[in-house]
């Protein structure tokens, strides 16, 4: 037997998602005791305390298995946002959603249209199911370019994806673009708007996807508690979709998908409205002071509606290896000249500030 035989060769091609460096190591090379992990868009508080003391209850009856339907959960996500509840479908993180979309839409050959940077799971789901990424440049000032997506639509496009902010960049596209493109997109393809960052938002140009949900429309909404939630090591994201849909994902999900304790901690995060409230504003002000920096410095970047800035930089190595010897785990993208710089909390936005003055002052423009 050969492995070259035994495993699909088209999988060949890809590579394993690299995650972001881990503030254990950088701490280990940089000798700094405080080292900042703002690489990989996580929120840096914890999980809100009624979502902690409800995980402290469950752990006791972790000998069981969890209810694979995430009954509670999703009743309350569709109370929350006036859906039925067989539009709702939970995941192991958005992530999950994402792959259980490709896997119940796509046929080897069909195409995948989504923008580009833009976030890398989508080419990854898009080669797993054997079909082909059309990736569709940033328009000018790093922000979807949703007439050129619906251009590069064709009678074998079987999916769209559309990250609304988008990561890497923040951008977000407004209302009035969004339903140019609803107007237009054909109705064999499947539009998946990826909100990861919906509660990050401030913008009252952004177009909420659920406004345009109808249960009918093939549209999906797909958004997580792994960002301003603070749930990203449990790994729960859900869908909101057509229940036709819905039932598609169910038949290809995994039994018991979204364990106990991230079940429960989604549920009792959901109470704290006050708590996400207070982390958009807080968020928004570091956003403010970083940007100030930036213009101080010169340095260019997009504005953002997520909790991570992009900036652009000539010299991507050099400024990713000096911030990191000042202690700051940025995202590099290769070669690619920008950078992506997640928002922490007040003093961790302090001491990234100055660590983009020391490394200024060494390399000179950034
Ligand atoms: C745009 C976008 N979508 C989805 C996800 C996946 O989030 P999770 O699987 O943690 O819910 C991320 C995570 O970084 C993201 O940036």
């Known amino acids: 037997m050969s492995w070259d035989e035994l495993i699909r060769p088209d999988l060949a091609p890809l590579v394993p998602y690299a995650p972001g460096l881990r503030a254990s190591q950088v701490r280990e090379r940089s000798g700094k005791d405080v080292v900042l992990k703002l690489s990989s868009n996580?929120?840096?508080?914890?999980?809100?305390?009624?979502?902690?003391?409800?995980?402290?209850?469950?752990?006791?009856?972790?000998?069981?298995?969890?209810?694979?339907?995430?009954?509670?959960?999703?009743?309350?996500?569709?109370?929350?946002?006036?859906?039925?509840a067989e539009s709702v479908v939970v995941g192991n993180g958005s992530n999950e959603i994402l792959r259980l979309l490709a896997q119940v839409v796509l046929r080897p050959g069909d195409e995948v249209v989504f923008a580009w940077p833009s976030f890398v799971v989508y080419p990854?789901?898009?080669?797993?199911?054997?079909?082909?990424?059309?990736?569709?440049?940033?328009?000018?000032?790093?922000?979807?370019?949703?007439?050129?997506?619906?251009?590069?639509?064709?009678?074998?496009?079987?999916?769209?994806?559309?990250?609304?902010?988008?990561?890497?960049?923040?951008?977000?596209?407004?209302?009035?673009?969004?339903?140019?493109?609803l107007a237009a997109v054909p109705s064999h393809v499947l539009t998946v708007i990826d909100e990861a960052y919906f509660e990050f938002v401030t913008d009252s140009e952004y177009p909420d996807g659920l406004d345009y949900f109808d249960g009918e429309r093939p549209i999906v909404i797909a958004r997580t508690f792994s960002k301003i939630y603070s749930l990203a090591g449990l790994r729960v994201g859900y869908a909101i979709c057509p229940p036709k849909l819905a039932e598609a994902l169910h038949k290809v999900r995994e039994p018991f998908n979204v364990n106990?304790?991230?079940?429960?901690?989604?549920?009792?995060?959901?109470?704290?409205?006050?708590?996400?409230?207070?982390?958009?504003?807080?968020?928004?002000?570091?956003?403010?002071?970083?940007?100030?920096?930036?213009?101080?410095?010169?340095?260019?970047?997009?504005?953002?509606?997520?909790?991570?800035?992009?900036?652009?930089?000539?010299?991507?190595?050099?400024?990713?290896?000096?911030?990191?010897?000042?202690?700051?785990?940025?995202?590099?993208?290769?070669?690619?000249?920008?950078?992506?710089?997640?928002?922490?909390?007040?003093?961790?936005?302090?001491?990234t500030i100055a660590a983009f003055d020391v490394i200024a002052a060494r390399l000179g423009k950034i």
């Open 124 to 181: 990854m789901v898009t080669a797993i199911f054997g079909a082909t990424g059309v990736k569709v440049p940033l328009a000018e000032g790093d922000v979807l370019d949703l007439d050129a997506m619906l251009a590069a639509i064709t009678p074998k496009t079987r999916l769209v994806f559309l990250c609304n902010p988008n990561n890497p960049t923040g951008t977000i596209y407004t209302k009035a673009d969004f339903e140019r493109f």
């Open 42 to 84: 996580e929120h840096p508080c914890g999980p809100v305390p009624i979502a902690m003391a409800a995980m402290r209850e469950v752990l006791p009856r972790m000998n069981r298995y969890s209810d694979g339907g995430c009954t509670a959960l999703r009743r309350k996500l569709s109370e929350r946002f006036s859906v039925p």
């Open 260 to 351: 106990t304790v991230a079940q429960v901690a989604a549920y009792y995060s959901l109470d704290d409205e006050a708590e996400v409230r207070r982390r958009r504003k807080e968020n928004q002000e570091q956003k403010t002071y970083l940007y100030s920096c930036f213009d101080r410095l010169g340095i260019q970047y997009a504005r953002s509606e997520t909790n991570f800035v992009y900036f652009h930089t000539s010299q991507p190595v050099e400024v990713f290896q000096a911030l990191l010897e000042e202690g700051v785990i940025v995202r590099d993208f290769g070669n690619a000249p920008a950078l992506r710089l997640g928002i922490g909390t007040p003093e961790d936005t302090q001491m």
